[in-house]
């Protein structure tokens, strides 16, 4: 028999290839994400709860709101994919201008969220119209910034690398925009408002403070968006792939639309976290809720919510150890499956050891919510590179769409709970509300998450991109980008 031995130039496969990315370079890269997740968590963990107790409008419409919204912010983000695609390069990138040119408008459309408004018969519009702007200017941030990812290295495992310290920097920005908001906003929705011989009386409809300190949080929120996009700015340089042969063509956005649409891998990926994605939101916008109405833990809800995201802090690098030690497709099932039996048990035992026996549960599985997906999609945009070597720019297309669909759903499920509490009978800046919301909020923290979380993992089942199929992918790139580069190959012949 005969033996081929390949072996590649010592200097291009440990330095060109690879394209080793420095710790400093991965470091400003993951605080670049952070300033989205700030403004993410407080919006998703406070924005319900302001609209209808500091803002006082009623659920229906702040049910629209969320929705329309949401909506909103899904539409925009292929319309945003597709203004990518038809970008030039320029000194500092094709994706970096977005970034950091939407940026400035970002903070200020976010600033006026929080902002309670001298009328009242227009505030519905007021808050639909800036929450759209809002979602509009987080798209034309977030879908570079993701996209970003393909543009570090070409190194799987340099991507996985600059992902974890993403991820880890991403949770650790959800905690600080928790802590920011849920500490300074926190004396709010405290029982101190309300009137002793009146516990149903409205509590923040003459308190003036409650809108003082929203806007406080939004002013210091914003601070740290502009200090964190600047760092990135400064310490993160784009590449395109250098060992592109020379007769890529652009995908055309239509044509490049379809080809994604058909790739199997990313429809089940993108499918099974969807019902993942809403089950986590579901949990995030109605536990302030729960916690304020359902579980009599107003007083405690701030510090829960920190202890959800210091505990989703830690366990960012176990699970990136994990999924190396054991492949991603186990490491979400391993990771997700966890927290459906706490949420479970704080519906039925809601006391204040449970619930923060719960918090530090449920950070592990938001950790691997927020890791798996991010980490599983260049994987994903590999296999289409594999399958179509000879097109180019579809990066953005896959991360746009996936956000659009993840967001649509997320929008949905967020505008249905929010009606479901105006059916249920939700008494617009009350101290306490009538059983069936309270019920009603109880199933929108466990039941309902669970059936979501059931639904995605069996989705998960179908993936078919397994590790050794990952590490085939890696190899057949890489030996594309030596046959493109022309590189010298010695293969040695010996026989046995």
Known sequence: GVSHVIELPYAFRTTELGQKLTLCSKLCFAIGGAPK?????????????????????????????????KAWGAVTDPVVGFFITKSRWTKIGRLMPWMVGCSPFLVVSYFYLWFVPPFISGRFLWYLGFYCLYQTLITCFHVPYSALTMFLSTDQKERDSAT???????????????????????SAHTLKHCPPHNASAGYLGNNGSGKEVYM??????????????????????????PYAPRTEKQIPFHQGFILV?????????????????????????NFVLFCTYAADL???????????LVSAVISIPVWQWFLQRFGKKTAAFCGITWIMPFTLMLVFIPNVVVAYVVAVSSG?????????????????????????????????IFYSFYVFFTKFASGISLGVSTLC????????????????????????????????????????????????????????????????????????????
């Open 37 to 69: 997740e700030v403004a993410g968590s407080a919006t998703a963990f406070f924005f319900q709860i302001y609209l209808l107790d500091v803002a006082q409008i009623n659920a229906f419409q702040a049910s629209m709101v969320l929705f329309i919204g």
């Open 164 to 186: 974890a310290y993403r991820m880890t920097m991403e949770v650790l920005g959800t905690l600080v925009g928790a802590a920011i908001q849920g500490q300074i906003v926190a």
């Open 216 to 241: 406080i949080a939004a002013g210091v929120i914003g601070g740290v968006f502009l200090v964190c996009t600047v760092v990135m700015f400064l310490g993160v340089k784009e590449r395109d792939d």
């Open 261 to 285: 649409m058909r790739h199997g891998p990313y429809l089940t990926l993108t499918a099974a976290f969807l019902f993942i994605t809403v089950a986590i939101q579901l949990v995030q916008s």
């Open 298 to 308: 107003r007083d405690h809800f701030q510090n829960i919510v920190l202890t959800i």
């Open 364 to 396: 592990l599985s938001v950790a691997a919510s927020l890791l798996l997906p991010w980490s599983m999609l260049p994987d994903v945009v590999d296999d289409f590179r594999l399958a179509n070597p000879y097109c180019k720019g579809h990066e953005a």
């Open 421 to 496: 509490l105006e059916f249920a009978g939700y008494d617009t800046g009350a101290c306490k509300q009538p059983a069936p919301v309270v019920y009603t909020l109880k199933l929108l923290i466990g039941a309902a998450p669970v059936a979501f979380i059931v639904t995605g993992l069996m989705i998960l089942l179908l993936y078919p991109i397994s590790e050794d199929v990952r590490l085939r992918n890696r190899l057949c790139l890489d030996e594309l980008r030596l046959r493109w580069k022309n590189s010298t190959i010695s293969v040695y012949y010996t026989d046995k």
